[in-house]
């Protein structure tokens, strides 16, 4: 079902949200002045018009869809959709790929950084999550960015390649189709569960046949459903296996350790296999 346009009093919405912004810059969040000014230019509120300006404008997440007891979809916590933002490197003209549409907002604000130059497709695999972000999209102004109902585990194959890719669902891998679907010299952004206990957002390129992570970020997500689902594992592919080496960690097949800070953690991912 579409959803409906809220009313909020504009003069406290236009407070809460330069509260909110000065408080992601205070945080050091908004370093970035082409991030800073998508973030200023994209009003939260057009995308959660079921909850209140209070809880809109807190640096927190929140839920958006429940299906059979567990939630499965929510609007992410803007310090972290800020911090994965710039681990993607966005760039005017860029074209992105989006792997979980939700309300659109993340949306928004990547169409407001790549600008009319540049171009968003975002996907979804709950079909009325899709309409309503189509229509809170468009009432905030972004209606060229495209949305699909769809897998994103698949992508967009017919619409690749793509410059970025950003994932906003915890993945157990670093899935083909996004590999594939990447132009040279692009970036994915991923939020991969490591162990049960530790998620970490992961800004890979690739170098030859190796995909290595240039940044890490703790972090917490709905896992990826889908055709990658992997129902009854809720932790990475086994040959992603991490182990800290002078504050720089690599993947090996053997036994995990977690000794280092993950400020400068480099994950390295075999293309071969």
Not at 21 to 46: I, K
Not at 70 to 90: D, E, K, R
Not at 96 to 104: A, F, M, P, S
Request: hydrophobic fraction near 45%.
């Amino acid at each position: 079902m579409p959803s409906k346009k809220a009313s909020f009093d504009p003069q406290q919405a236009r407070q809460l949200h330069a509260d909110l912004v000065e408080l992601l810059t205070r945080d050091g969040l908004l370093a970035d002045p082409a991030l800073a000014r998508a973030f200023r230019l994209v009003p939260r509120h057009h995308f959660l018009p079921d909850h209140t300006l209070e809880q809109i404008y807190s640096d927190q997440a929140l839920a958006v869809k429940r299906k059979a007891g567990a939630w499965v979809s929510s609007s992410s916590q803007p310090g972290m959709m800020a911090i994965m933002l710039a681990q993607l490197g966005l760039q005017p003209g860029h074209r992105v790929l989006e792997i979980g549409t939700g309300t659109g907002y993340n949306a928004a604000l990547i169409a407001a950084i790549v600008g009319p130059a540049g171009q968003v497709l975002s996907l979804d695999l709950e079909a009325d999550l899709v309409k309503s972000a189509r229509v809170h999209l468009d009432q905030a102004g972004y209606p060229e960015v495209d949305l699909r109902h769809a897998d994103g585990a698949l992508g967009a194959p017919d619409a690749a390649p793509f410059d970025r890719i950003i994932v906003t669902a915890g993945a157990w891998d670093l899935l083909p189709a996004w590999r594939t679907q990447l132009a040279p010299g692009g970036r994915i952004v991923v939020p991969m569960t490591i162990f049960p206990s530790l998620m970490l957002s992961l800004a890979f390129e690739q170098r030859g046949s190796v995909w290595e992570a240039i940044s890490a970020h703790p972090c917490g997500f709905v896992l990826l459903r889908g055709s990658e689902a992997h129902p009854g594992r809720d932790w990475t592919s086994p040959r992603l296996i991490l182990h800290p080496r002078d504050e720089r960690t690599t993947v090996t097949r053997s036994h995990a350790t977690i000794e280092k800070e993950w400020s400068q953690i480099v994950v390295v991912w075999d293309d071969n296999g």
